[in-house]
C-alpha cells in the first residue's frame, strides 16, 4: 500500500440536498481535489506531468460503499491512498472519516494516464507513480460486467460550457448528476445510495446532446449516458433513508 494523505473539511450549506446530506458528485469532486492536493505536495501535481509528459488523469471506474452520507455542517475527514498500479491501471481507494473517526465512505477508483492531444489512454510513466511508494502488479482489477438496458426510461441533456473540466471533457461527477436526475424525486427524498459501481467509457464533447437511460428494478437503477454509442454505464443499490 502507499502513502496516507487526509483533508479536514465541514460539509456547506450550498453542496447539500433536500435530504440535508452531501450531495454524491460533489463529494466525488472534493476527494479528487484530496488526491490532488497529495500529488502536488509529492511533487507530480497535474501541471507538472501536464508541462513534462503532455498527459492528464482520467478516472475511469468507481466502486463505492455507503453506510450514510455525511450532513450539512458536519466536520468530515476525506483521506487517500494510491494502492497499486499496472501497466496501465492506477488504483486509489478514498475514506470519509465522521466526527468520531468511523467510516461512513469508502471509494475504490481506477486511475488511467492519457495523451492530451491523442485523448489516447498512454502506459503508466513509472517515475510518476514512484513517489507515492506503491507496489506494481501484473493484474488487472476489473469491476463488474455492464449489460445494455431494454427499453429504459430517458432523458435528453445538452452539454454546457460549465459540464467541462480543465482538461476540455465533462466533468466525471456530472455523469452521476445526470443518473440521479431521471430518477423520481420522491424516490431520492426517501432514499440513500448503499453500491454504486460506475465506469466512464468515453469522453462527452461540448456541445453534443446525450441521453441518461434508466431501468429500475425494485431497490437497484441500472444507468447508461448514450450520444455517440455508450458514454458511461453504473449500478446503484439503493436503501430506505
Known amino acids: 500500500m502507499g502513502k496516507k494523505f487526509a483533508i479536514t473539511y465541514q460539509v456547506p450549506f450550498y453542496e447539500t440536498d433536500v435530504n440535508h446530506n452531501i450531495k ?117 482489477i476489473r469491476g463488474p460486467r455492464y449489460e445494455e438496458l431494454e427499453n429504459p426510461e430517458e432523458t435528453v441533456y445538452h452539454v454546457r460550457y460549465f459540464d467541462l473540466d480543465m482538461n476540455g471533457h465533462v466533468n466525471n461527477s456530472k455523469y452521476l448528476e445526470w443518473m440521479y436526475d431521471v430518477l423520481d424525486v420522491d424516490f431520492l427524498r426517501q432514499h440513500i445510495p448503499q453500491k454504486i459501481n460506475l465506469k466512464y467509457v468515453k469522453e462527452v464533447h461540448y456541445g453534443h446532446d446525450i441521453q441518461s437511460r434508466v431501468v429500475m428494478d425494485g431497490k437497484v437503477t441500472r444507468h447508461e449516458i448514450t450520444g455517440d454509442g455508450i458514454h458511461a454505464q453504473a449500478s446503484i443499490v439503493w436503501k430506505e433513508k
Not at 471506474?61 to 491512498?81: F, H, Q
Not at 489516447?120 to 514512484?130: C, E, G, L, Q, T
Open 24 to 140: 454524491l458528485p460533489h463529494l466525488l469532486s472534493f476527494a479528487l481535489q484530496v488526491s490532488g492536493q497529495q500529488s502536488l505536495n509529492l511533487g507530480v501535481s497535474d501541471d507538472y506531468i501536464f508541462d513534462t509528459y503532455h498527459l492528464v488523469w482520467v478516472i475511469t471506474e468507481y466502486d463505492i460503499d455507503i453506510d450514510r452520507l455525511p450532513k450539512y455542517g458536519e466536520t468530515i475527514v476525506v483521506e487517500t491512498e494510491a494502492t497499486a498500479y499496472n501497466k496501465l491501471f492506477c488504483y486509489r481507494d478514498f475514506t470519509v472519516y465522521d466526527e468520531d473517526g468511523e467510516k461512513i465512505v469508502t471509494i475504490h477508483s481506477v486511475f488511467v494516464l492519457m495523451d492530451y492531444d491523442t485523448r489516447k489512454v498512454h502506459p503508466v510513466v513509472d517515475d510518476i507513480v514512484a513517489v507515492y511508494d506503491v507496489p506494481k502488479i501484473k493484474k488487472i
